[in-house]
Structure formats: C-alpha cells, structure tokens
C-alpha cells in the first residue's frame, strides 16, 4: 500500500521556522512528485510546493518564494519542506500528496494520486 506520512507541524512564533517532512512508502520513490497543499482555517486548499523528485525540479507559490526551501532524501524515501519567517497567514494544516512524474501538474489538486493525513501548523502572533 502507498502511504505518506506527514511531520513536523506543530507551534511557532512569527518569524520563526519549521521543517515539515513526508516519508513515502509503497512506490518507486525516484518516479513521483510530491507536493504540499495547505488549508487555511475558512479558506480552500491551496498548492504550497512541489519537487520532482525524478529531476529535481523544485516550485514554490508566491507566498512562500524565498522563504521556504523543498528538498528530497532519496535514500530515506522523504521530502522536506522548510519554511521560514513565518507569519499568522502561514497557520493551516499541511497536506503532501504525490503523483507519478509523468501526469505531475504543479500545484493541480485533481491531479494529485496519493495524500497523506495532515500536519498541523499555528504560527502565534
């Protein structure tokens, strides 16, 4: 079965940092994308950050450009997202879904295959 596992959510003070991360399982780690989504408290899904992990290739959304950094382990199947200077808007609980590198559109919620449970992050103010 594919499972992902996200971690490291949890609380903040503004400006500060978190690493999140998203162990995969079940499938060729080499041959997907993983991306994380976000839901805001009364606000839609929205798409956060993406890496290929067949190539490399890393996205971001604007708000979180330059401030946060997608990275894969391919040795321990996990991809992290460090995020800094936080802010309240950053508050929402973090989702990672994959989907084979060959159907990967960054930041499509339709086209995502596989989703883990969420981890939950609160930035204070």
């Known amino acids: 079965d594919v499972q992902l596992q996200a971690s490291g959510g949890g609380l903040v003070q503004a400006g500060g940092s978190l690493k999140l991360s998203c162990a995969a399982s079940?499938?060729?780690?080499?041959?997907?994308?993983i991306c994380w989504f976000r839901r805001a408290p009364g606000k839609e899904l929205e798409g956060v950050s993406c890496?290929?992990?067949?190539?490399?290739?890393?996205y971001y959304v604007d708000a979180v450009k330059g401030r946060s950094t997608i990275s894969s382990d391919i040795a321990r199947n996990t991809v992290h997202l460090l995020m800094s200077r936080l802010t309240p808007e950053d508050t929402a609980l973090y989702y990672c879904?994959?989907?084979?590198?060959?159907?990967?559109?960054?930041?499509?919620?339709?086209?995502?295959?596989?989703w883990g449970r969420g981890t939950l992050v609160t930035v204070s103010s």
């Open positions: 079940g499938y060729i780690f080499e041959d997907h994308a």
């Open positions: 890496i290929n992990t067949n190539d490399g290739d890393a």
């Open positions: 879904a994959s989907v084979r590198a060959y159907d990967f559109i960054p930041f499509d919620v339709s086209n995502m295959e596989y």
